[in-house]
């Protein structure tokens, strides 16, 4: 029951899938009960996949799939490993990322408008863990730690609490996904400031059981 108040008092939910194989693309055909991610960056694959009755949200700790609606400011996602040792775990490292859509749209133009990254193997490339969709880019320019393109192929559907307030029943999963190469900052050795040359592929799935 305290677990089922904390997801109602955070708007947040588990994330879907079918863990019946290790394909992503089969996890689109999700059983509402488990959830998943996948998030690789740096060459490393990131994932967490489990039941969603065994799901927690308690803190850095845990590994955590979490989606929910913050009206007024936007759709708000975090994925991250924080524990290898527990029964979701099934590849990575530690690491931590959350970011806000303001207005999710069925499609391919979605855009974030904040964006939280860190992650010691992730601070060994890059220290100062910012990034950018475009080469060359630099401190300043506004355009760095925002990634567009992000598609979402279902909006999902609100999930409900039981008769009796004792169980969770999950609605449909919200689903998007990313993949495109970005670039994260180096010291500019011409001047003040970063230059954003380090190229890798930033790539996500993400089901996640629509919160409010």
Known sequence: MKKLLLLSA??????????SSDD??????????????EFELFDVVNRVQGDYNSFSVGGGTNNICISGAA?????NTTISIGDISATNYISGQNFYFGFMISDPQIGNDNYTSSISLFGDYIQQISPN??????????????T???????TITDLG?????SDDM?????????????????YFASQ?????????????????EINSIRGR
């Open 144 to 150: 760095h730690n925002k990634l567009t393109n992000i």
């Open 166 to 182: 004792q169980d969770f029943i999950p609605g449909d999963s919200f689903k998007a996904s990313y993949e495109k190469t970005v």
């Open 129 to 142: 863990l910012y990034f950018s969709e475009i080469e060359g880019d630099f401190d300043g320019s506004g």
């Open 188 to 204: 500019n050795t011409n001047g003040p400031g970063f230059v954003f040359n380090i190229p890798t592929l930033m790539r996500f």
């Open 10 to 19: 955070l708007l947040i939910f588990a994330c879907s899938s079918d863990d």
């Open 24 to 37: 992503s693309s089969d996890n689109n055909n999700s059983n509402q009960s488990n959830y998943f991610f």
């Open 157 to 161: 559907e609100l999930g409900s609490f």
């Open 71 to 75: 009206p007024p400011i936007g759709w």
